[in-house]
């Protein structure tokens, strides 16, 4: 795995980083922002983009359901998370291979009935980036949560993306919206009617650009989503390949408690034995494999490999070589 400055404008950056008042203030990045939380790697031939789209405040009782509050507790002062509210991250990636321009999530875009101010930032530093949204060629969507789609939700944005876009989702998740069934989640209030109405417009509004698959698809050279289920019925992941390397973007499948406690339940999995089922199945893949992962709510840039350690797992954060 190398880095690489051919998605990202080395000089821009060069100049960013000396002179970060004067970017700022010029709007020279396309964005008023300080830094342009974006992270560029590559996998042999394909480039890949790591977008923050913000962060997400959740009730920490989320991280877990099936353990007592005190045992909760102490793992989040372990890792220096707070005991009430925890910022999650959300990451998304744009990927380039081939003649493709591939979106991996979408981000939570802007609910006007939540108030998420942090989160929602995904087209505003693709542009700041220099990405044209018109340039995207292919979504690939790990599942229909809101915080995974909302990005295609917000005002305008169906126009500025391409009429032949073609959008791939697996088939399970398409048929589980239909009727979603929460009776397994603990959600925060207000989040079961609020992704049950974001997954509703979703289907409605693209349901026409809707590529989906059963088991598996290969959307570009190297780039193939598989279904994994758990989370979601539908729920995929998506491994890079190419000379030789490769990477795996995990979705929802792996939290930042699901190294240490991997049989733990997040509260938005609605069948939570399969996705810990599913997740450890994917986490020991990747610690015999040696490839690393990027996952949607491990904390920015998430670039990171993930070894055995006794009957757990560890997080090992991938160096940046700039
Ligand atoms: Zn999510």
Redesign the pocket.
């Known amino acids: 795995m190398k880095n690489t400055a051919l998605l990202a404008d080395t000089d821009q950056q060069k100049n960013t980083t000396v002179s970060l008042d004067n970017a700022s203030r010029s709007g020279r990045m396309g964005s008023d922002e300080l830094v342009p939380s974006r992270y560029a790697l590559r996998i042999g031939d394909i480039d890949v983009l790591v977008v923050s789209d913000g962060v997400l405040p959740i009730p920490a009782a989320t991280v877990a359901h099936n353990v007592d509050a005190t045992v909760r507790t102490a793992w989040l002062d372990d890792m220096f998370l707070p005991p009430d509210v925890l910022d999650w991250p959300?990451n998304v990636i744009l990927v380039r291979s081939g003649e493709r321009t591939i979106l991996i999530d979408a981000g939570l875009g802007a609910d006007p009935n939540l108030h998420l101010p942090q989160a929602g930032r995904l087209a505003q530093r693709l542009e700041a980036g220099g990405i044209d949204l018109a340039s995207v060629t292919d979504v690939v969507l790990t599942h229909i949560?809101m915080?995974?789609i909302g990005g295609l939700l917000v005002d305008g944005m169906r126009n500025r993306l391409r009429p032949d876009l073609r959008i791939h989702l697996a088939a399970a998740e398409v048929d589980f919206w239909a009727a979603p069934d929460f009776s397994r989640t603990s959600m925060p209030d207000g989040f079961p009617d609020a992704l049950r109405s974001a997954a509703k417009r979703f289907l409605d509004e693209y349901r026409s650009l809707l590529h989906t698959f059963a088991a598996e698809c290969e959307v570009a050279p190297g780039v193939v989503v598989r279904r994994t289920g758990g989370h979601t019925p539908g729920h995929s992941v998506v491994r890079l390949a190419s000379g030789g390397e490769g990477l795996t973007f995990a979705?929802?499948l792996v939290f930042q408690v699901g190294f240490d406690h991997p049989d733990w339940h997040n509260g938005?999995e609605h069948d939570p034995e399969e996705a810990a089922r599913a997740r450890v199945d994917l986490l020991r893949e990747l610690a015999a494999t040696r490839e690393p992962m990027v996952a949607?709510?491990l904390p920015f840039p998430s670039v990171c490999h993930v070894a055995i350690d006794g009957d757990v797992f560890r997080c090992v954060p991938a160096v940046w070589a700039y």
């Open positions: 959300l949560h915080d995974h979705g929802d938005f949607t709510h």
